[in-house]
């Protein structure tokens, strides 16, 4: 198991992740990614998966029944 390098992230209500297993460097990987640190990269991950299952039963790409009103977004 990698030893955690990390006590906090300095997020509030965002843990430290200790599940990387291909790179052992924490610090090297957060510079590889260029995305933030690793807790924040997993999150976004896990809510632009959500947001991707919930596509799938909202089905936008499906034609509407009928036209909206046309001044519907004034």
Do not use: Y
């Not at 390098?5 to 599940?19: E, F, W």
């Not at 799938?56 to 499906?62: A, H, M």
Request: proline share 5%.
């Amino acid at each position: 198991m990698v030893a955690l390098l990390k006590k906090t992230t300095r997020l509030v209500g965002l843990a430290v992740c200790d599940t990387v297993k291909a790179e052992p460097d924490v610090k090297k990987l957060e510079d590889q990614l260029q995305g933030g640190q690793l807790e924040e990269v997993i999150l976004q991950a896990e809510n632009e998966l959500s947001l991707a299952r919930k596509m799938i039963q909202w089905k936008p790409w499906v034609t509407l029944v009928e036209e909206p009103p046309a001044n519907q977004w004034k």
